[in-house]
């Protein structure tokens, strides 16, 4: 069968992005998911549907999932049979990181739990109902991961990214004075030379 890899994008990202990546894929197809919406009970059966259709025609399959699309990964697939996930910049932590920007924006769990939902100035939606669907909804995660990690993310911390490590089967690589948004020509250049090397051994 023909092998396929499953490129789920971050926050305002796109599955055009998928392009990008096709010259680290050699011998595979890299299929990107275009989802709507940024709740994880709205994206999961899209993401689902987008591996139902590869899986009659593909295996193995992996996939490839940048910032908050590596938490949507896990929570939409982690029963399925993947054969390895790369993860860039991954939140891999959900609960942490809005408890993090609640702290950030000195919002209280009582007053997010009265309010529901609340503005930051900081341009991100805090939301009781998500909190919520977090805790309720844990992941668990036993797909062979590849981790690329910057030193300077702000989102994820090393903390979380080590606790990951330890309790999954995963491989961290972290790139130094690097950070969440890997943008310049040598980031991505890293990234690809990353992304060829995790999936050859394949």
Not at 146 to 151: F, T, V
Request: proline share 3%; glycine share 4%.
């Amino acid at each position: 069968m023909k092998k396929a890899i499953l490129y789920i994008h971050g926050k305002n990202g796109s599955h055009l992005e998928a392009e990008n990546y096709k010259q680290n894929c050699v011998g595979f197809d890299i299929i990107g998911v275009d989802y709507d919406g940024y709740l994880p009970w709205v994206v999961e059966p899209q993401i689902k549907a987008a591996y139902t259709r590869l899986v009659k025609e593909y295996k193995p399959i992996l996939v490839i999932a940048n910032s908050i699309g590596a938490y949507f990964a896990m929570h939409a697939l982690q029963k399925c049979a993947l054969k390895k996930a790369l993860f860039i910049s991954p939140i891999l932590d959900m609960e942490r990181l809005i408890l993090d920007m609640m702290q950030w924006a000195k919002v209280t769990e009582k007053e997010l739990c009265e309010k529901r939902i609340i503005l930051t100035d900081f341009g991100e939606t805090l939301s009781w109902e998500y909190l919520c669907f977090v805790r309720n909804n844990p992941i668990e995660w036993d797909i062979p991961t590849e981790i690329l990690y910057a030193e300077k993310d702000n989102l994820t911390a090393r903390a979380t990214v080590d606790a990951f490590v330890k309790k999954h089967n995963a491989n961290l690589t972290t790139l130094k004075n690097g950070e969440h948004w890997f943008h310049t020509k040598d980031q991505l250049a890293y990234v690809n030379q990353w992304m060829k090397k995790s999936i050859g051994s394949v």
